[in-house]
C-alpha cells in the first residue's frame, strides 16, 4: 500500500467511525472501527520513519 492510498483509507475510516458514532450504533462496532483506524495510522507512522530513515542513509550511500 503507498502512502496515498494510506491517506485515503484513514480518511475513510475516519470518516466511518464518527458516522457510526453520530448513529448511535453498538459501542463495540465503533470499537472495532476505532482499533481499525488505529492500525492504518500506526502503519503510516512506520511508513514515514522507513522514509525519514533512508533518507537518513542517502548520503552515506552516494
Same mark, same amino acid.
Do not use: H, W
Given at each position: 500500500?503507498?502512502?496515498?492510498?494510506? @491517506?485515503?483509507?484513514?480518511?475513510?475510516?475516519?470518516? $466511518?467511525?464518527?458516522?457510526?458514532?453520530? @448513529?448511535?450504533?453498538?459501542?463495540?462496532?465503533?470499537?472495532?472501527?476505532?482499533? @481499525?483506524?488505529?492500525?492504518?495510522?500506526?502503519?503510516?507512522?512506520?511508513?514515514?520513519?522507513? $522514509?525519514?530513515?533512508?533518507?537518513?542513509?542517502?548520503?552515506?550511500?552516494?
Amino acid at each position: 500500500m503507498n502512502k496515498e492510498s494510506l @491517506q485515503t483509507k484513514i480518511e475513510e475510516t475516519r470518516k $466511518c467511525m464518527y458516522e457510526a458514532y453520530n @448513529q448511535g450504533e453498538d459501542y463495540n462496532r465503533i470499537l472495532n472501527i476505532s482499533q @481499525q483506524l488505529d492500525d492504518l495510522l500506526n502503519r503510516m507512522v512506520k511508513f514515514n520513519s522507513n $522514509c525519514k530513515f533512508v533518507l537518513l542513509l542517502l548520503p552515506i550511500l552516494i
